[in-house]
């Protein structure tokens, strides 16, 4: 393990079957992005869980402002909306919790699920989140948060060829959204029967710029820390090499993070340690 090894992180978003599997579906989209020198951003199936739980929250409060109760599948008619909300409040705790305990278990202790209201939030400006097909607006959500809070350097968006509610989103609101975020950089994919080759090599110039965003992160820690990529290999060989080693969120890229996280590891030494050792060397003889 070597965690000084600079790769830019790279989210796969999109629809929900092509973003979560891996195979000939998406191209082995992940196994080829890691062969690209990438460190690829798995979607949990747990958040798609919790998003179909905030649809149900969402939808019950807009329903219990309607002037009477509608008889539809989803309706209030002869049920009780105080009900409803507590369960899925409850069910949205359990997740979340079952999740977290699991995840301390294994040592993921940094580890948070997505905030549904935020994801909401940021995405309700150009993508209404009345409106139902695929992940919704969690797609433009996701990429505004990846931008904002530095979370990866290039968003994917992948869906099957004909997958008209993610289609739709990565080839129009998202282009609003790149242009308002320059500093993003997103790519929408189809998978399609004899699409391969093309796919790759618009992955692979993307992926470029991304390793230079990566590049940039990791330069500019070393320059914060005053610490050079040789003492890092060498005085920093244990920290860096610890594959169950983590660090707290700064940028983007792990190897960056890992040196903003590395706090006394390698330190300067100031004058007066310096003075006090060459005292002690003079008193030894």
């Avoid at 790759?200 to 230079?212: D, H, V």
Wanted: net charge positive; proline share 3%.
């Amino acid at each position: 393990m070597d965690r000084t090894i600079v790769k830019p992180k790279v989210s796969v978003i999109g629809e929900f079957w092509a973003m979560t599997t891996e195979g000939d579906g998406n191209y082995h989209l992940q196994k080829f992005l890691e062969e690209e020198g990438a460190e690829v951003e798995v979607q949990s199936v747990t958040a798609w869980v919790l998003f179909l739980i905030w649809e149900g929250l969402y939808d019950t409060r807009r329903r219990m402002d309607l002037r009477r109760n509608d008889q539809g599948k989803f309706g209030l008619e002869g049920k009780y909306p105080q009900k409803r909300l507590a369960m899925l409040k409850l069910a949205d705790t359990t997740v979340r919790v079952l999740f977290q305990t699991y995840a301390k278990a294994i040592g993921l202790k940094g580890y948070h699920l997505p905030n549904m209201n935020e994801i909401a939030k940021v995405a309700q400006k150009h993508y209404n989140n009345h409106l139902r097909g695929g992940e919704g607006h969690m797609e433009v959500g996701k990429l505004i948060l990846n931008v904002k809070k530095r979370k990866v350097n290039m968003t994917i968006s992948v869906k099957p060829f004909g997958c008209m509610p993610s289609s739709g989103v990565s080839d129009g609101v998202q282009s609003l959204i790149t242009e308002r975020y320059p500093e993003a950089i997103f790519l929408p994919i189809e998978t399609t029967g004899d699409g391969a080759v093309n796919v790759y090599s618009r992955i692979q110039m993307m992926l470029f710029k991304a390793k230079q965003a990566a590049q940039k992160e990791f330069e500019e820690a070393l320059k914060a820390k005053r610490c050079s990529l040789h003492d890092l290999k060498t005085r920093g060989q244990k920290y860096f090499s610890n594959s169950l080693k983590t660090s707290h969120h700064t940028v983007a890229c792990t190897a960056a993070n890992m040196v903003y996280g590395m706090n006394t590891l390698i330190k300067p030494v100031s004058i007066k340690t310096k003075s006090n050792i060459d005292d002690m060397n003079a008193k030894s003889g």
